[in-house]
């Protein structure tokens, strides 16, 4: 099971930057798909960015050209660079795992951006 812990989320302003990082208990060089979700009071959890180990990158629409998803093996760690960011970016952000095309995704308790003036 892998256990996966977030981190640098916090408070900044419409149009600041946020880093995010996502240690994993385990080399993640084999996992599949490393992912970040997001949840906003209201809403249903959506898919933000994935990365496959073949270094395939996705994107929700609504992040497309401000947001980069990057996994360092070395490092057991998954990154989600998050740049220009508005209101309806914040949510908690969640890091996933799913060590195969078929599996379901591993959780980690997620880490809270909020993005205000």
């Not at 600041?16 to 996992?31: D, K, W």
């Not at 979700?37 to 401000?66: C, F, M, W």
């Not at 989600?80 to 980690?108: H, I």
Request: hydrophobic share 35%; net charge positive; glycine share 10%.
């Amino acid at each position: 099971q892998v256990q996966l812990v977030e981190s640098g989320g916090g408070l900044v302003q419409p149009g600041g930057s946020l880093r995010l990082s996502c240690a994993a208990s385990q080399n993640i060089f084999g996992i599949y798909t490393m992912a970040w979700h997001r949840q906003a009071p209201g809403k249903q959890r959506e898919l933000v960015a994935s990365v496959t180990i073949g270094g395939v990158t996705n994107y929700a629409d609504s992040v497309k050209g401000r947001f980069t998803i990057s996994r360092d093996s070395a490092k057991n760690t998954v990154y989600l660079q998050m740049n220009s960011l508005k209101p309806e970016d914040a949510a908690v952000y969640f890091c996933t795992a799913r060590p195969t095309p078929s599996s379901s995704y591993y959780w980690g308790r997620g880490t809270q951006v909020t993005v205000s003036s």
